[in-house]
């Protein structure tokens, strides 16, 4: 069965409504840091406690991603984003109001439940529409998750000033609610004749509780929630070989481009964006500047991704996935070489001019990858795709931010802040450059097999 490839314009309006749900969930992950103290004080809660609002989020979100394609296979992709949307609106609205602590908390896992599924499902609902526009448009799609991340800091801190924390909610509910009403217009309808595969339940129950506790101690530094993590993922390792169907399907590793792009996309999450959580802690430890002063700071990067995420498609054809990846790597590496120095305090120019190389870097990295990823599997796999890329991407980040936070803890130790942290850089400078191995096997040309029209 073939499905006709949609216009240009109804493309481009479809991205909008997901484009939309990405800078939903991005942003409400990096938005409540900023008002961890306020909600403290307000609720008269100790620290401890309400540092469980960013986790329970994290938790929630890491457990539902492996259930995304198995949830977009059996009630089709419209009726699951639409699904994540209005859990994820509805936890924004209760978290809101919340009473005490243990209720924010409680909220937070729905809330978290919710974004953890809008991005998957909403990437394999794009490409299984985009068809061969897929590399030609994929840079916009992927934009919010470089752009959201610098003004989640910037927002947070601007609302908690002006209006106290719950209006880190509040004012995000409204951009809920219009998403969910766009949605319900523009996203495709199931094709009929789903799959109707049963539910690997001991697969899920070793799967989303060890990816969960996985993230969550390398996060927050909890030894045994990572060990614990490591044996029920070895578990599922186990499970999978003997399952008939599972979960999160492994032999989509057999294809050499999917195979090749998971690597890319493993070591980037472990080295490249891992080392994202460096600048603002940076900008506001030693730089003595406010979360929205480092959302500004951090600007130019975010400004350096959308030009080349906007110009993405016709560089990726003109040059090819290989090249292209390489070269955004090459960037993001020279970007990063003036902050290894920091313990010589370098130019604020030159930082700000390293970040807009960086974020080009990449913007360029992340075209290739994604349109490598999907444009190499037929269209009935890629929501088995979509959810192991974000298992793969989770396991990356959260193992390369462990990494680094715990050089960067080491090094404060034992020296001057700035000298710590450029030394900390140059350990992610050197393991960033392990990227270029998996980018040295990218197709020449894109090509993709799958044929949608």
Same mark, same amino acid.
């Given at each position: 069965?073939?499905?006709?490839?949609?216009?240009?314009?109804?493309?481009?309006?479809?991205?909008?409504?997901?484009?939309?749900?990405?800078?939903?969930?991005?942003?409400?992950?990096?938005?409540?840091?900023?008002?961890?103290?306020?909600?403290?004080?307000?609720?008269?809660?100790?620290?401890?406690?309400?540092?469980?609002?960013?986790?329970?989020?994290?938790?929630?979100?890491?457990?539902?991603?492996? /259930?995304? $394609?198995? %949830?977009?296979?059996? @009630? +089709?992709? !419209?009726?699951?984003?639409?699904?994540? #949307?209005? *859990?994820?609106? =509805?936890?924004?609205?209760?978290?809101?109001?919340?009473?005490?602590?243990?209720?924010?908390?409680?909220?937070?896992?729905?809330?978290?439940?919710?974004?953890?599924?809008?991005?998957?499902?909403?990437?394999?609902?794009?490409?299984?529409?985009?068809?061969?526009?897929?590399?030609?448009?994929?840079?916009?799609?992927?934009?919010?998750?470089?752009?959201?991340?610098?003004?989640?800091?910037? /927002?947070? $801190?601007? %609302?908690?000033?002006? @209006? +106290?924390? !719950?209006?880190?909610?509040?004012?995000? #509910?409204? *951009?809920?609610? =219009?998403?969910?009403?766009?949605?319900?217009?523009?996203?495709?309808?199931?094709?009929?004749?789903?799959?109707?595969?049963?539910?690997?339940?001991?697969?899920?129950?070793?799967?989303?509780?060890?990816?969960?506790?996985?993230?969550?101690?390398?996060?927050?530094?909890?030894?045994?929630?990572?060990?614990?993590?490591?044996?029920?993922?070895?578990?599922?390792?186990?499970?999978?070989?003997?399952?008939?169907?599972?979960?999160?399907?492994?032999?989509?590793? !057999?294809?050499?481009?999917?195979?090749?792009?998971?690597?890319?996309?493993?070591?980037?999450?472990?080295?490249?964006?891992?080392?994202?959580?460096?600048?603002?802690?940076?900008?506001?430890?030693?730089?003595?500047?406010?979360?929205?002063?480092?959302?500004?700071?951090?600007?130019?990067?975010?400004?350096?991704?959308?030009?080349?995420?906007?110009?993405?498609?016709?560089?990726?054809?003109?040059?090819?996935?290989?090249?292209?990846?390489?070269?955004?790597?090459?960037?993001?590496?020279?970007?990063?070489?003036?902050?290894?120095?920091?313990?010589?305090?370098?130019?604020?120019?030159?930082?700000?001019?390293?970040?807009?190389?960086?974020?080009?870097?990449?913007?360029?990295?992340?075209?290739?990858?994604?349109?490598?990823?999907?444009?190499?599997?037929?269209?009935?796999?890629?929501?088995?795709?979509?959810?192991?890329?974000?298992?793969?991407?989770?396991?990356?980040?959260?193992?390369?931010?462990?990494?680094?936070?715990?050089?960067?803890?080491?090094?404060?130790?034992?020296?001057?802040?700035?000298?710590?942290?450029?030394?900390?850089?140059?350990?992610?400078?050197?393991?960033?450059?392990?990227?270029?191995?998996?980018?040295?096997?990218?197709?020449?040309?894109?090509?993709?097999?799958?044929?949608?029209?």
């Amino acid at each position: 069965m073939t499905t006709a490839v949609r216009p240009d314009k109804a493309l481009w309006r479809l991205g909008g409504v997901l484009i939309m749900g990405a800078v939903l969930s991005i942003l409400d992950a990096t938005i409540v840091t900023v008002g961890i103290d306020s909600i403290a004080r307000d609720l008269g809660s100790p620290l401890t406690t309400v540092q469980w609002v960013a986790s329970a989020y994290l938790l929630a979100a890491s457990a539902a991603i492996p /259930l995304s $394609g198995w %949830l977009t296979d059996r @009630f +089709g992709g !419209r009726a699951v984003w639409l699904t994540a #949307v209005a *859990l994820f609106t =509805a936890g924004t609205l209760l978290c809101g109001f919340a009473w005490s602590a243990p209720a924010l908390i409680a909220f937070r896992v729905l809330h978290g439940l919710g974004g953890g599924l809008m991005q998957p499902v909403g990437q394999a609902v794009f490409a299984q529409e985009a068809g061969p526009a897929l590399g030609r448009m994929i840079g916009v799609i992927t934009l919010p998750a470089t752009v959201a991340p610098a003004l989640g800091p910037m /927002l947070g $801190g601007a %609302l908690v000033a002006g @209006f +106290g924390w !719950r209006w880190m909610f509040f004012g995000i #509910v409204p *951009l809920g609610v =219009a998403t969910f009403v766009c949605a319900r217009r523009l996203l495709p309808a199931p094709e009929p004749g789903g799959v109707r595969e049963p539910l690997d339940v001991r697969g899920i129950a070793l799967l989303s509780p060890g990816l969960g506790a996985f993230v969550y101690g390398l996060a927050e530094g909890v030894l045994v929630a990572t060990v614990a993590g490591v044996a029920l993922l070895l578990a599922y390792g186990v499970h999978v070989a003997r399952a008939r169907s599972a979960v999160l399907d492994l032999k989509l590793f !057999r294809d050499n481009g999917f195979a090749v792009a998971s690597a890319s996309t493993f070591l980037l999450g472990a080295s490249l964006y891992s080392s994202m959580l460096l600048l603002p802690l940076y900008y506001q430890q030693v730089e003595q500047a406010s979360a929205w002063q480092a959302g500004l700071l951090l600007a130019p990067q975010a400004v350096g991704s959308a030009a080349v995420l906007l110009a993405g498609g016709r560089l990726l054809a003109r040059f090819g996935p290989r090249t292209m990846m390489l070269a955004g790597i090459t960037l993001s590496l020279l970007g990063t070489i003036a902050f290894t120095q920091l313990g010589s305090s370098p130019d604020g120019v030159l930082l700000t001019v390293s970040l807009l190389i960086r974020g080009a870097g990449l913007g360029a990295a992340t075209t290739p990858g994604m349109t490598t990823l999907y444009g190499s599997l037929e269209r009935s796999r890629i929501p088995r795709a979509a959810s192991a890329f974000n298992v793969v991407n989770r396991i990356g980040g959260s193992l390369g931010t462990a990494l680094l936070a715990a050089i960067l803890h080491n090094e404060l130790a034992g020296t001057a802040a700035p000298t710590a942290f450029g030394t900390t850089f140059t350990w992610a400078l050197a393991l960033s450059a392990l990227t270029l191995v998996p980018a040295a096997f990218f197709p020449k040309s894109s090509s993709p097999k799958r044929s949608i029209a």
